[in-house]
């Protein structure tokens, strides 16, 4: 590094000390002789502009060491910051549906688009039109560290950062060449991981500058659900237990309704020769092993970091990135669900039987044309017969295949220095990211529609035009090659983000102090301007909706910018006292002006106190807000398929609470409320933007206490409560909560819940509108609890002695509620809960504990964690009310073979814990497969050779 003067010095470390400087830059200085000068050390910032450890920091921060993801062996980063008891496990390597490819960090359980994602104290490239950031664009071999900002942190860094931030400290400063290699595979042989990396590095120009690049490549193999005993069949709910369920669209054809056959049956499904069968619930198709339990992938990253000093007071810097990842994700074939569905009943491809119960519902005809009885005519004028709902799984078709590829770009350049003692930082960066999202073995309804309806010898489609080939869905395996090729159809899909910020801030001391403190008032000022742009481009069988297997999707096209003008200023108030060694005031404040929703503010406070070397206390209290994304505000509506209970059928309806007139009025038959078995677990909703969301705000109030009775022990504690007004999600918080809230509680055919349903011709929920909205509140409080004892032992190998060290992390959630929509109060306790209401587990304890010994060149290390059991949110009277409390123990070992060769071995999962399974209520593969091991114990081995 560059040597400064000792004026410039001193005057960093006490803004250093005070604010967080905006240079992110920290003073390390060593004593030396008047007038000598002292080494600088520039590092990452967080928490303010400055660097904060766990124990001086102004608000709650969290600290992961580099090392701590070398010794768990995990080359993707989301899957060490799930093991956090401060974060609610989002899409990882098990996200199959739901999921898009996309790894991610989710803070306090709020929802990852409110935590905001760093590198080196600046934003990141965003990943998907939420502005979210994919977790796989940062490597972890890359890793020098990771400060999570647990209590807000919207004044300091903007929106997106009211759960808190994520800041990833890269190696950009490095001499020599160092090549590293991971290897990971399961107990049972499967899902290969492998990475390797090289990182070069030197100095230049008489060490004025120094240039670092980076080459990683990462590979991932699947696993699927099939191949675990856990999961490879889906289970559902039975009256005594959970038994094997599945999708009511199946191989043979499902007939929802269908007429009686001539030995009394109702045709429910078709045998092999087109005979006509009863369907029940052993009929239901099992999806579950076509799904990918591990998805697939394969990573290219390059990275460069570049600085050159100019002289003593200017230093330029550049960053350069380059990321290149493809996930593949994988479902069962297209269950083609479709209503009124034209046949020709005279079609061979019916057996005589159906036939004949088809006829049975048509009367005869006169001369005329017309029906000679009472009965209306079944037939159009055509001649053909129409059932009402169909199922039909295409397995003939394969499986549902898609393809996510996101070619990453960032380019940032920027200088820092001294302007007098004033020090100061000025970046511009770009980043853009463009998606290709392939869907391949899809079926387009219309053609399905139009080879279905074939001439009575079967040999031809009534409709000819395009090529029809006659389709044959009545009995399974029946379907010929040639129909196949018509019916099947494939979907390219493209979107393109850009981001663009240019960064101005400068940070020094006021010229006065308070009377009581001999330390100086530190302040910053900067400005921040923000430019977001991108847009999604379906092609033309996605956007039209002549889709059965993948979700329907319109554009989503929109941009914003915002100018930003912020400042901190760090007051000493008390320094040596009797009880106050010192007391700090500091503020926080930022104001923006959105090109879309105008002007919104944040503000922050907090009050230090430091008793003495040994006690401190510290409380904060921040208003935040978060502006709505462009997909919340111009997503075009897309469909999906979310996990949820119709009131109206027999698994839902409550006598006394479901309003059995409403279930009538829409459509479902009187003698079948509360009788029917929904068709399937997962109800479609139509999701879609809305451009007159407002802002989220929020409150966030931090209480902490820190305590450090010796050099090797120091204990955290601290309180967190955060309140989200006007919070955006979905209509009701989702396609659940609509249908509960329309049909349960409301109960007014006129409200916007029950408008937003529709049903299908046998009563089943059809479809379900659920677009953005600004929903009432969402909050969260608990007790973060950590503390980090090191002890040196009397023993080791050969005449060393070692060193115990035992890290703590442990999270206590006392509250997590959340509304159900604009103008419904009804608030939902989820603390300890998971289902359909409250979604994914919230333990209310979870612990992680880190043993490491240490003796010479060997490190052996255990990594211990807990999480509670959780209750399904709809009361004791289910199947699998609770799931239980869960252990897990991960074991580690790493050598020292010279200065120049380390390598480690571990093992995940020591205990093959399972989780415990569960029916309606799950996510995906009987469970929350991000949050609990479903693979089981993996085994890894990774090297690093230096030189």
Same mark, same amino acid.
Request: glycine fraction near 10%.
């Given at each position: 590094?560059?040597?400064?003067?000792?004026?410039?010095?001193?005057?960093?470390?006490?803004?250093?000390?005070?604010?967080?400087?905006?240079?992110?830059?920290?003073?390390?200085?060593?004593?030396?002789?008047?007038?000598?000068?002292?080494?600088? &050390?520039?590092?990452?910032?967080?928490?303010?502009?400055?660097?904060?450890?766990?124990?001086?920091?102004?608000?709650?921060?969290?600290?992961?060491?580099?090392?701590?993801?070398?010794?768990?062996?995990?080359? =993707?980063?989301?899957?060490?910051?799930?093991?956090?008891?401060?974060?609610?496990?989002?899409?990882?390597?098990?996200?199959?549906?739901?999921?898009?490819?996309?790894?991610?960090?989710?803070?306090?359980?709020?929802?990852?688009?409110?935590?905001?994602?760093?590198?080196?104290?600046?934003?990141?490239?965003?990943?998907?039109?939420? !502005?979210? +950031?994919?977790?796989?664009?940062?490597?972890?071999?890359?890793?020098?560290?990771?400060?999570?900002?647990?209590?807000?942190?919207?004044?300091?860094?903007?929106?997106?950062?009211?759960?808190?931030?994520?800041?990833?400290?890269?190696? %950009?400063?490095?001499?020599g060449a160092e090549i590293s290699a991971l290897y990971d595979i399961t107990e049972e042989g499967d899902g290969e991981k492998f990475n390797t990396d090289l990182t070069i590095g030197g100095n230049f120009a008489d060490d004025k500058g120094n240039a670092t690049v980076y080459i990683g490549y990462a590979k991932r193999e699947s696993i699927f659900q099939g191949d675990r005993d856990f999961t490879s069949v889906t289970l559902t709910e039975g009256e005594n237990g959970l038994v094997p369920g599945g999708s009511s669209g199946i191989p043979g054809t499902r007939i929802f309704a269908g007429p009686t056959l001539p030995n009394g049956d109702t045709l429910g499904r078709f045998?092999?020769?087109? &005979?006509?069968?009863?369907?029940?619930?052993?009929?239901?198709?099992?999806?579950?092993?076509?799904?990918?339990?591990?998805?697939?992938?394969?990573?290219?990253?390059?990275?460069?970091?570049?600085?050159?000093?100019?002289?003593?007071?200017?230093?330029?810097?550049?960053?350069?990135?380059?990321?290149?990842?493809?996930?593949?994700?994988?479902?069962?074939?297209?269950?083609?669900?479709?209503?009124?569905?034209?046949?020709?009943?005279?079609?061979?491809?019916?057996?005589?039987?159906?036939?004949?119960?088809?006829?049975?519902?048509?009367?005869?005809?006169?001369?005329?044309?017309?029906?000679?009885?009472?009965?209306?005519?079944?037939?159009?004028?055509?001649?053909?017969?129409?059932?009402?709902?169909?199922?039909?799984?295409?397995?003939?078709?394969?499986?549902?295949?898609?393809?996510?590829?996101?070619?990453?770009?960032?380019?940032?350049?920027?200088?820092?220095?001294?302007?007098?003692?004033?020090?100061?930082?000025?970046?511009?960066?770009?980043?853009?990211?463009?998606?290709? =999202?392939?869907?391949?073995?899809?079926?387009?309804?219309?053609?399905?529609?139009?080879?279905?309806?074939?001439?009575?010898?079967?040999?031809?489609?009534?409709?000819?035009?395009?090529?029809?080939?006659?389709?044959?869905?009545?009995?399974?395996?029946?379907?010929?090659?040639?129909?196949?090729?018509?019916? @099947?159809?494939?979907?390219?899909?493209?979107?393109?983000?850009? *981001?663009?910020?240019?960064?101005?801030?400068?940070?020094?001391?006021?010229?006065?102090?308070?009377?009581?403190?001999?330390?100086? +008032?530190?302040?910053?000022?900067?400005?921040?301007?923000?430019?977001?742009?991108?847009?999604?481009?379906?092609?033309?069988?996605?956007?039209?909706?002549?889709?059965?297997?993948?979700?329907?999707?319109?554009?989503?096209?929109?941009?914003?910018?915002?100018?930003?003008?912020?400042?901190?200023?760090?007051?000493?108030?008390?320094? %040596?006292?009797?009880?106050? %060694?010192?007391?700090?005031?500091?503020?926080?404040?930022?104001?923006? %002006?959105?090109?879309?929703?105008?002007?919104?503010?944040?503000?922050?406070?907090?009050?230090?106190?430091?008793?003495?070397?040994?006690?401190?206390?510290?409380?904060?209290?921040?208003?935040?807000?978060?502006?709505?994304?462009?997909?919340?505000?111009? *997503?075009?509506?897309?469909?999906?398929?979310?996990?949820?209970?119709?009131?109206?059928?027999?698994?839902?309806?409550?006598?006394?609470?479901?309003?059995?007139?409403?279930?009538?009025?829409?459509?479902?038959?009187?003698?079948?409320?509360?009788?029917?078995?929904?068709?399937?677990?997962?109800?479609?909703?139509?999701? !879609?933007? =809305?451009?007159?969301?407002?802002? &989220?705000?929020?409150?966030? +109030?931090?209480?902490?206490?820190?305590?450090?009775?010796?050099?090797?022990?120091?204990?955290?504690?601290?309180?967190?409560?955060?309140?989200?007004?006007?919070?955006?999600?979905?209509? !009701?918080?989702?396609?659940?909560?609509?249908?509960?809230?329309?049909?349960?509680?409301?109960?007014?055919?006129?409200?916007?819940?029950?408008?937003?349903?529709?049903?299908?011709?046998?009563?089943?929920?059809?479809?379900?509108?659920?677009?953005?909205?600004?929903?009432?509140?969402?909050?969260?409080?608990?007790?973060?609890?950590?503390?980090?004892?090191?002890?040196?032992?009397?023993?080791?190998?050969?005449?060393?002695?070692?060193?115990?060290?035992?890290?703590?992390?442990?999270?206590?959630?006392?509250?997590?509620?959340?509304?159900?929509?604009?103008?419904?109060?009804?608030?939902?306790?989820?603390?300890?809960?998971?289902?359909?209401?409250?979604?994914?587990?919230?333990?209310?304890?979870?612990?992680?504990?880190?043993?490491?010994?240490?003796?010479?060149?060997?490190?052996?290390?255990?990594?211990?964690?807990?999480?509670?059991?959780?209750?399904?949110?709809?009361?004791? @009277?289910?199947i699998v009310p609770v799931s239980k409390a869960e252990w897990y123990v991960d074991l580690s070992a790493s050598y020292h073979f010279s200065d120049n060769v380390q390598a480690t071995f571990g093992i995940k999962n020591v205990l093959d814990t399972e989780p415990t399974p569960l029916g309606d209520a799950q996510q995906q593969a009987n469970t929350f497969p991000e949050l609990y091991d479903v693979i089981g114990p993996r085994y890894f081995m990774s090297a690093v050779y230096t030189f």
């Amino acid at each position: 590094m560059k040597q400064f003067k000792r004026s410039k010095v001193s005057m960093l470390i006490t803004s250093a000390c005070l604010i967080g400087g905006s240079l992110g830059l920290q003073a390390s200085a060593e004593e030396a002789n008047d007038g000598a000068v002292e080494e600088v &050390e520039r590092i990452s910032i967080t928490g303010s502009r400055i660097q904060r450890v766990a124990l001086t920091a102004k608000t709650p921060v969290i600290e992961l060491d580099g090392t701590e993801f070398a010794m768990s062996g995990n080359l =993707n980063v989301e899957q060490k910051l799930a093991e956090l008891p401060l974060t609610v496990p989002s899409f990882g390597p098990s996200s199959n549906n739901p999921g898009d490819g996309t790894a991610r960090v989710d803070l306090r359980g709020l929802g990852d688009e409110r935590t905001l994602v760093l590198v080196n104290g600046r934003r990141w490239v965003p990943a998907t039109q939420t !502005g979210v +950031v994919d977790l796989n664009t940062i490597p972890a071999s890359l890793i020098e560290g990771v400060d999570i900002i647990t209590g807000g942190a919207g004044a300091v860094y903007g929106s997106d950062a009211l759960a808190g931030v994520v800041n990833f400290r890269l190696k %950009d400063d490095f001499e020599g060449a160092e090549i590293s290699a991971l290897y990971d595979i399961t107990e049972e042989g499967d899902g290969e991981k492998f990475n390797t990396d090289l990182t070069i590095g030197g100095n230049f120009a008489d060490d004025k500058g120094n240039a670092t690049v980076y080459i990683g490549y990462a590979k991932r193999e699947s696993i699927f659900q099939g191949d675990r005993d856990f999961t490879s069949v889906t289970l559902t709910e039975g009256e005594n237990g959970l038994v094997p369920g599945g999708s009511s669209g199946i191989p043979g054809t499902r007939i929802f309704a269908g007429p009686t056959l001539p030995n009394g049956d109702t045709l429910g499904r078709f045998g092999p020769n087109g &005979e006509g069968l009863p369907y029940t619930s052993a009929d239901a198709f099992n999806y579950a092993p076509d799904n990918y339990l591990q998805l697939p992938q394969e990573r290219l990253t390059l990275n460069s970091f570049a600085h050159y000093y100019v002289n003593d007071d200017t230093r330029l810097y550049s960053e350069l990135s380059f990321i290149r990842n493809e996930v593949p994700s994988q479902l069962a074939p297209t269950p083609a669900f479709v209503n009124n569905l034209v046949v020709n009943p005279d079609s061979p491809f019916f057996g005589a039987d159906v036939q004949a119960a088809m006829k049975a519902l048509v009367p005869e005809l006169d001369d005329e044309g017309e029906p000679t009885g009472n009965m209306i005519s079944q037939l159009d004028a055509n001649g053909n017969f129409t059932f009402a709902t169909i199922g039909r799984r295409m397995v003939e078709n394969g499986p549902r295949q898609v393809i996510d590829t996101r070619n990453a770009m960032r380019l940032l350049v920027g200088v820092d220095g001294f302007i007098g003692d004033w020090a100061y930082n000025a970046y511009y960066s770009r980043s853009e990211l463009d998606r290709s =999202n392939l869907l391949n073995n899809d079926v387009s309804e219309s053609r399905f529609r139009q080879a279905i309806l074939v001439t009575d010898d079967g040999t031809a489609c009534q409709d000819p035009s395009g090529g029809c080939a006659p389709i044959n869905i009545f009995g399974e395996g029946n379907i010929s090659q040639a129909a196949i090729d018509f019916v @099947n159809v494939g979907a390219s899909n493209v979107t393109n983000i850009k *981001q663009e910020i240019f960064h101005f801030d400068i940070a020094g001391e006021l010229p006065f102090t308070v009377p009581s403190a001999d330390m100086p +008032v530190g302040f910053v000022i900067g400005y921040e301007s923000r430019f977001d742009d991108s847009s999604f481009r379906p092609d033309e069988f996605l956007a039209s909706g002549d889709v059965l297997g993948f979700n329907a999707g319109e554009p989503t096209v929109g941009n914003y910018s915002v100018d930003e003008i912020f400042t901190e200023i760090d007051i000493p108030l008390v320094t %040596d006292a009797a009880f106050a %060694d010192d007391i700090t005031l500091w503020f926080a404040g930022r104001v923006s %002006d959105y090109s879309n929703i105008g002007n919104a503010s944040s503000f922050a406070t907090t009050i230090n106190w430091t008793v003495n070397e040994y006690v401190s206390f510290r409380a904060g209290y921040q208003e935040s807000v978060r502006a709505p994304n462009i997909s919340e505000l111009f *997503q075009g509506a897309a469909n999906g398929f979310p996990s949820a209970t119709d009131p109206c059928s027999v698994d839902g309806f409550v006598e006394g609470q479901t309003d059995r007139a409403l279930c009538e009025a829409h459509g479902v038959a009187a003698s079948q409320v509360g009788v029917f078995e929904q068709a399937n677990a997962q109800i479609e909703g139509s999701f !879609g933007g =809305n451009p007159d969301l407002k802002e &989220e705000t929020s409150e966030t +109030v931090t209480l902490g206490l820190v305590i450090t009775p010796t050099e090797n022990f120091d204990v955290t504690i601290d309180y967190f409560d955060i309140t989200i007004d006007d919070a955006i999600d979905v209509l !009701g918080g989702g396609v659940n909560n609509i249908l509960d809230v329309c049909y349960n509680q409301l109960k007014d055919p006129n409200s916007e819940f029950c408008k937003a349903i529709v049903r299908r011709p046998d009563g089943n929920v059809d479809l379900v509108t659920a677009l953005n909205a600004n929903i009432a509140e969402l909050g969260t409080k608990g007790y973060d609890i950590n503390f980090n004892w090191t002890t040196e032992l009397g023993f080791g190998i050969g005449n060393n002695g070692s060193v115990l060290n035992i890290n703590s992390k442990n999270t206590i959630l006392d509250e997590y509620f959340q509304t159900a929509s604009v103008g419904f109060t009804d608030t939902v306790y989820c603390e300890g809960k998971f289902g359909n209401t409250c979604l994914v587990p919230r333990p209310e304890f979870q612990s992680n504990n880190r043993f490491t010994w240490t003796s010479g060149d060997l490190s052996l290390s255990a990594l211990v964690r807990y999480m509670s059991e959780v209750d399904e949110d709809t009361g004791t @009277n289910t199947i699998v009310p609770v799931s239980k409390a869960e252990w897990y123990v991960d074991l580690s070992a790493s050598y020292h073979f010279s200065d120049n060769v380390q390598a480690t071995f571990g093992i995940k999962n020591v205990l093959d814990t399972e989780p415990t399974p569960l029916g309606d209520a799950q996510q995906q593969a009987n469970t929350f497969p991000e949050l609990y091991d479903v693979i089981g114990p993996r085994y890894f081995m990774s090297a690093v050779y230096t030189f």
